[in-house]
C-alpha cells in the first residue's frame, strides 16, 4: 500500500522548489531518493541541512479537478520531506 | 502555438534571424563577467579551463543518450539495471556524467513518460548535452503539465486515451531520461544502428523513436 502524503499548503517567501500548483495537494509516495542538500539554505550560501527527498506522484485529478481531460494521467515531482504532510485516511479526495 | 514555430522569423536569405547584441549588460551579465575575472585574477581558474569547460559541455550531445537507449533494447539485463540505477548505467557504458543523478522512465504499450521543469529548465545535460529552447520556455513548462496530450499533439505525436501519460517534473536533484519504446521492425538492426533512431525528443517524451527507412 502506497503512503500517502499532502503539499503544505504555505506560501513562504524566498528559494523554494516544492511548485506552487502542487501546494496543498495529496498524491502518494512513488520512491524514496535519498537525503539531499535543503535548497532553501543552499540557495543563498548556507550550511544546507540533509533532508529526505520524495517522489511524489499525483493524479491529473487532484491537481487539476475531476472534470479535466484525463483524470488518470499523472504528475510526478520530487518534493522534500519538511513539504509534506501525512493526511489522515477519512480525508481522501 | 508552440515556440518551436519560428518560420516567420526567417531572414530574406532562408536563415533564422536574430538580433545583434546592441543592448547594453544586464545586471547579472555584469556580474558573471566581475566574478569570472576576479577567480581568474586570484588563480582560482583560468581562462583555458572555462573555455575547456564550455568544450566538454558542448562535446555532450544526445547521441550519448541515444547509446544508453539502444544497449537497453539490446541487453534486456543492462535494462534492469538501468532501470534501478540510471546513473550507474550510464556510467558503465563509459559516460562520464559527473554527479548526475538520473533516473530512466520506460514507456510501454500502456504508459508514455514525457519530463519538464515547471520551476526553471533541469534538464540532464551531463548525458544529453544543453537542451532545446522550447525545454526552457513558460509555454513549455506551464502546458505540460496542464495538458500535455494537447502539448504532445503539437509535436505531431498523438496518443490514444487508453494510454496513461506520466509527466514528470523535475523539481528537486534528480534528472530525467525517457527511454523510447523500440520500433517494430528492428530486430535485425545493429546497436549501433537503433541508436540513430533515437532522438533526442524521444528522450525527453515529446516524440517516439524513429521507424527504420
Known sequence: MAERVRVKHMMPPGHVRAPAYL?????FVERKLGAFGNPEQLAYGLPAEKIPLLRVRFSMAEVWGSDTEYPNDTLDAEIFAHWLEYPETHDAP | MMPHDHHDHLS??????????????????????????LLIEKGVTTATE????????????????????????????????????????SREMGFDIGTLRLIALENTEDIHNVVVCTLCSCYPRNLLGLPPDWYKTRAYRSRVVKEPRKVLAEFGLELPAETTVR???????MRYIVIPARPDGTENMTEEELAELVSRDSMIGTGIAKLPS
Open chain 1, 23 to 27: 501546494r496543498g495537494k495529496t498524491g
Open chain 2, 50 to 89: 572555462i573555455a575547456s569547460q564550455i568544450d566538454t559541455m558542448d562535446a555532450r550531445s544526445p547521441a550519448n543518450g541515444a547509446a544508453v537507449v539502444a544497449r537497453s533494447w539490446v541487453d534486456p539485463a543492462f535494462k534492469a539495471r538501468l532501470l534501478e540505477n540510471a546513473s550507474r548505467a
Open chain 2, 167 to 173: 509527466v514528470h517534473d523535475s523539481t528537486a536533484d
Open chain 2, 12 to 37: 530574406p536569405s532562408g536563415h533564422p534571424y536574430r538580433k545583434d547584441n546592441d543592448e547594453p549588460l544586464t545586471y547579472w551579465q555584469c556580474m558573471e563577467i566581475a566574478m569570472r575575472e
